[in-house]
């Protein structure tokens, strides 16, 4: 049987999931075999262009039409168009995988996780950086008790891409479309990898203190001559920080912005346990520095040998992958979960416990105050 | 001229400004000559001992009389012990050097600025970081504009001495004694060393949030044979995080914990402009990793040529100095301002603006609740 | 038109250039339409499973059925059938893409070369690391003067699958069959970069001192239950150094090793000129180490911007590439040559001018002398 | 008793052993009481200045006059000044401390051993990297045997202070006074520090290949107004590399530079074994990056616990100390030696093996073979 997939998107994340499924053959033989079916979007020759280029054999302006056709549906598009096609197509029994943050609002997101509890097929939040091999590696680590008890998280996601006030408005910059800023796009990564790696250790989020801020508050919409349009106001974060008490009494401190000079992709997260600890930067994803018991400095491990995490697919030792393996493990393990009718994490639940802290770290900003989660 | 100097304390502190005074002649010929005059400590044999191998020609155990025979007053002393000793030097017109933080409440704290405000004499309060010549190099870049206008600031101060929930007792984990744990020994650095890189660019904290965490909440006290005399309470916090919101807009956070295991002494810094981007690290001190205009990347820059703050006086280029260092260069500063009438920096004043940082971090954690900083 | 590609060889290298033509189409549009049309092997069953893995339409048993099917050759077998069919291949006027090192011994290397010299179309040695993006950024900068005169050149590979003595013998470690060890499987790579990036600055190789080392003289062959069979004697190096003496004054210090434990795949280069130093880490292959006039300290650059060589292709800034995408590259520009009639670097010629540094280092041990490369 | 100290030459070594021989009482009691008592030099301004400022009671213009009147004798003149005053010393049974290199030539340090041979005191070569805890901590893991079996050595030594052709000609670039550059400068340092580290493991050197290059031939002498007054003949080599053999069949590559833009003082020094692996760098030297068996990766230890060589007399764990510190551990040791008759390490002995491995490495060069040394 052949898994007929349905894309809404076709661009940076179109661009990134097509590019995994195109290559699952080749890597992942015992990964179903699937068809790029029809790609969805709005701007029809735009949307040609894409199709041919990612291998999509259909197109579909309208969603609705797609997701009749398709046995899985991706759901790549902005944030605010998250919702009701995810939600039609799981209410259609059709499987879904859903980019992250899971919605602009807390409400869609609890309707969205509501449609998936509702369903019996796969929704998935499509939280990639759980799927870094090295990432995997240190979920192990921890699992195994060798950094102890988990007293402290670290993470933090630096980018630099706006910076220059004269970088152009985009719908990542509307409170609207986008919910937040720095800490929906960048935040929302760090707190989910920080619930997949200690959550069960730390027993999940007891309140949270939150602060949002906006450096520029304005920014031009160019025309195709590069003539400034336009000023739109900019209505999210440029950057956050949070602090967070989880319910076992460990600590966490959070942070993201896109005004970090010098900083392209730089998601970092750090644990530190009674016994041991680990950092690890995406920028340098094939790394991961552990320290355990007995020893005197973090060792910096190369996560590419045979027994790592995904690795046993693709080269030798010391031959290292990047960022964009990251989804072909996704949808390695989604697409599994499909054909086999199992369960896939990150699911909707997960990606709403997200958006609830996204919420409450807002709320708490608002209200100058810590904030109960739950 | 020779000035006498008085020191109360002789433990870590007291070596490492006994050092950094015997030091001067060799290295900064013309520094004010000195003596190192008089010891004062309580436990009579071990003050001999200690004087002898300082090299003081005299002892005290009451701090009162050395003030009486001394031109200056270093208070090296546990934090419950600085004002009234520094107080009392100032009201007598002698000079004052007194560790960090100022004190344990931010009352005492009060009443030494004010006993310094109306001295006229120098009095100063050695945080010793802002001596180090990568930092001052810094600085130098900040005030010259080299990073824009700054928008966040990052500070954490990571030790893991307490890991072992079996280590000793001690005055630092004492509330009434040390005012705070991990936040007075190594966030009072932290906060200002912010304030000295870049005050002046962000006018000042505005509000803080703030969080305190005790992991151990007793410890044991060993008798002379290592048996279990009894188990003291911890009342103190083992880590704090801060955010922080500056006048100007610009944000911080920041961090410190004595439970991470493998950092020893891992102060550090990372600072983001409109232009630029800064990271220091105390356990690579000679070095400062520095962002600027037109860069693409971080230059790692050894702060050790002839031209950098302090290095003339030591080693050719890249000839490393070490952390005692710093208390020469502070020493110099200090003394040199005493001799000739001149201001130190930083100053009580100073050590008692980080105390109100410190104070309304501690209350924004007991309310859950931003507090406003003046 | 499409170009039917015939590949001989279906293991590591089988894999990394079928993935490599596998891709073009997404992410390199103008490059010439392919199709995996033969591929070439001995053992039948091992064959089909590949073929069908790697997305060959066709299998053959004799090389020479092959390549009278197809429109361009590649040659991925081991060392020592490189010659035969690559020759035969020009010979048929169809164009060669051959593994690395060009062949066991230098006559056959030499043979190789003049196949080439006497054909029409592109034969190329596919020494893979000249397409690292970083790498050609390196180059640009060199040839820009960013680095001023050149002056000396370090190389390194470090690896360590052979520490352990009980490592299985493998074809590599035969003399016969792969020529030399460490120095033609990691040296050639580093010879050839060095030549890449500074050749023309340098003017080529004067006379170099070579030093060969098997640590380990015998290993075990297993049966397929993980017996010993048998022990066969290793007759290649398993580290050689080099000292080079460059036309120009220029000097170079080269090395490989199978037995540096901690190190996978290890392969650095560092270069000082007159004006700036550069260096470069396989293991992190997203980054460029570069000190340019004027610096303080290297820059550590992530050359993943859109301005980057082929990075445009690729994802945005800070979004890591892999080892494999350097065989993207290679085959993007070598077919792009095939198509367009044009020139491909690194060439047979420059596959044979690394033989014969290589041949001279095995000369130079030999004698125990410095051997003129020409 | 107290030892009276004469010390020859009072510019950088001067300097480095006069602080070290100041800071012994406060943190090695232990230590021989000394006095500054002679210092011995030409210009008799600048050296009463020096004196006083070292701390020395006395000075003298004539060697021999000093050698009378002290107990120990430290040699820190230019190279070519070492053998004549040194033997005197030894002669009139006065235990010598001699910087490195040895001599100028191999027969006046064979001359210097000889006299250091015939007489009962202690006669040091000041190899001061020995001293580096980090050292002393893997020189312990070496002996250990938690390396196993040494196979291959890397040391370089990187600086850039020549890389200018405008930069002043110096003694140092004078073959007569010096011996030889980079190589006797630099690499000897690093050839011994090799042989402390491994000599016993892989059984002294076999034999070796040089290289030496002088990449600016001429450099100007200034007068006091900064004009140029002449140029002079650079007759030393500003880098050299070596290829090394061992007795055990392990292999060694060294280089060296005066060229290198960006190196201030880069020093490293890099080891592997059948079982593990480390990297020193001097630039960072309170760090050693070990791989044991079982390690995955490196770690990076901070050599600054209590149990660490030497550290228990300075600072707590995490207070990195300086590249000074290295001397004051080597006078400790050298004084000690000298005050309990006992042996000190490096020797004249030591001294003059390095000399032999120099000389042997400027033979290899000159006749373009590989040279046996012994």
């Not at 997101?109 to 091999?133: E, K, S």
């Not at 995490?309 to 989604?334: A, K, L, M, S």
């Not at 919420?359 to 708490?364: I, L, P, Y």
């Amino acid at each position: 049987m052949t898994l007929n997939i349905g894309v809404l998107g076709y661009r940076f994340m179109g661009k990134a999931h097509s590019n995994a499924l195109a290559r699952l053959p080749m890597f992942f033989p015992d990964a179903p075999d699937i068809e790029r079916h029809t790609l969805v979007g709005r701007d029809e020759e735009a949307l040609a262009d894409a199709a041919e280029r990612f291998g999509f054999s259909h197109t579909a302006t309208d969603w609705e039409d797609a997701i009749d056709e398709v046995d899985v549906f991706y759901n790549l598009g902005p944030n605010h168009v998250h919702a009701e096609p995810s939600i039609a197509a799981l209410e259609a029994g059709v499987p879904v995988l859903c980019e992250k943050p899971l919605a602009p609002t807390l409400d869609e997101a609890a309707a969205m996780r509501d449609a998936a509890a509702d369903a019996d097929v796969p929704a998935g939040t499509a939280f990639n950086y759980r799927f870094v091999p090295a990432i995997r590696y240190a979920k192990g680590l921890i699992e195994d008790g060798e950094l102890g008890e988990i007293r402290q998280v670290r993470g933090r996601y630096l980018q630099d891409w706006l910076v220059d006030p004269e970088a152009p408005w985009a719908w990542r910059l509307d409170g609207d479309m986008a919910g937040s800023g720095a800490l929906g796009d960048l935040g929302a990564h760090t707190l989910d990898l920080a619930d997949f790696l200690v959550g069960d250790e730390v027993g999940g989020v007891d309140r949270v203190s939150g602060h949002l801020q906006t450096f520029v508050n304005e920014r031009p919409v160019y025309d195709e001559d590069g003539a400034v349009e336009e000023y739109r106001d900019v209505t999210v974060d440029d950057a956050y920080t949070a602090q967070v008490a989880y319910d076992s009494g460990a600590i966490g401190s959070f942070e993201a912005t896109r005004f970090a000079e010098g900083h392209k992709n730089d998601h970092t997260i750090e644990i530190h346990g009674s016994k041991g600890s680990l950092k690890f930067s995406l920028e340098r994803l094939n790394e991961l520095e552990v320290l355990r018991e007995g020893d005197r400095g973090y060792q910096t491990v190369l996560v590419t040998d045979e027994t790592d995490p995904y690795v046993d697919h693709w080269w030798p030792p010391g031959h290292v992958i990047g960022w964009e393996h990251t989804f072909v493990h996704e949808n390695y393990d989604f697409l599994s979960a499909v054909a086999e009718g199992g369960a896939f994490e990150p699911s909707f639940e997960q990606g709403y416990a997200v958006q609830k802290l996204l919420d409450a770290v807002v709320r708490a900003d608002e209200r100058g105050e810590w904030v109960s989660v739950e």
